[in-house]
């Protein structure tokens, strides 16, 4: 029997910038329904729009942190060596999951509302 090779594809730096920035966004995007709920003032702050409320703030700001996120950490990842981006994809993969998780749970007023009135 002949033995097969085996390829495998790894991420490009693209892919892992874009989970990266991904991760950052939504851990930002969490973190500001939650201080928006806990501070009037910043709920105030980051009504941009009146129809929709503090969410449009809340969304414009995780937009730009991903797209700002996105091109800074590509721009480190360029020219990085291939064993030095496969450890950033397993954790980029890691990071995105848990960031994922993170803001579904932290996004759910049952889970939230208690904490921001602690704050």
């Avoid at 003032?41 to 942190?65: E, Q």
């Avoid at 091109?71 to 990071?95: F, T, V």
Wanted: aromatic content about 10%; charged content about 15%.
């Amino acid at each position: 029997m002949a033995k097969e090779k085996t390829t495998q594809m790894h991420a490009t730096t693209g892919t892992i910038s874009a989970l990266y920035a991904g991760s950052i966004s939504v851990t930002l995007f969490w973190l500001l329904v939650l201080l928006k709920k806990a501070y009037a003032s910043l709920g105030d702050a980051l009504r941009w729009n009146d129809a929709i409320g503090p969410l449009s703030g809340t969304f414009g700001v995780g937009l730009i942190t991903l797209i700002v996120c996105f091109y800074a950490i590509d721009k480190m990842l360029a020219g990085k060596k291939s064993s030095s981006l496969m450890r950033h994809e397993r954790i980029a993969i890691k990071s995105f999951v848990v960031a994922s998780i993170l803001v579904f749970v932290m996004t759910f007023p049952p889970v939230f509302e208690p904490i921001a009135e602690l704050l």
